[in-house]
């Protein structure tokens, strides 16, 4: 059960941060229709209300709107080397608000395994639990 009880710590943890990430900066910046939505998520984690699969699936759907707006401002840019104009690498260029979108998509993705860590754990301890009750 200690297992148990650190992975949701952990997932308490992740979710403050993604709550700070939403509220300072993701929700302004996000169109009215999709503003709700963040809100939403906001408030759940608030309330400590994320360690449950609706949660988790409304999280990855935010995800998916959120990876949208960071590819929406990410272009890309090619880098030569000094010696060879021919080889090179692409860099993203993003903007301020890709860029800030680009944070709170690292962290959500955090948070998302997270809650899925502390699910299948508890899962795991009921299922071993009917095992030895058999």
């Known amino acids: 059960m200690d297992v148990i009880s ?5 997932a308490l943890r992740q979710a403050r941060l993604v709550r700070k ?7 302004p910046l ?7 939505f963040a809100v939403d998520i ?9 360690v449950n699969e609706a949660f988790l699936r409304d ?12 590819d929406e401002g990410t272009s890309f840019a090619w880098r030569g080397h000094e010696h060879d104009p021919d080889c090179g690498y692409a860099i ?10 680009r944070i709170l998509l690292d962290e959500m993705v ?8 502390a699910l299948d754990a508890a899962e795991a301890y009921t299922v071993a639990n009917a095992l030895f009750e058999k």
């Open 110 to 117: 955090d948070l998302a395994t997270a809650v899925e860590a």
């Open 30 to 36: 996000l169109d009215p229709r999709r503003r709700m």
């Open 42 to 50: 906001s408030r759940r984690i608030a309330n400590r209300e994320i």
């Open 59 to 70: 999280l990855e759907a935010f995800i998916v709107l959120v990876g949208d707006e960071v």
């Open 6 to 10: 650190e992975l949701v710590a952990d």
């Open 92 to 101: 993203p260029v993003r903007t301020d608000r890709a860029a800030a979108f």
């Open 21 to 27: 990430c939403l509220d300072a900066k993701a929700i």
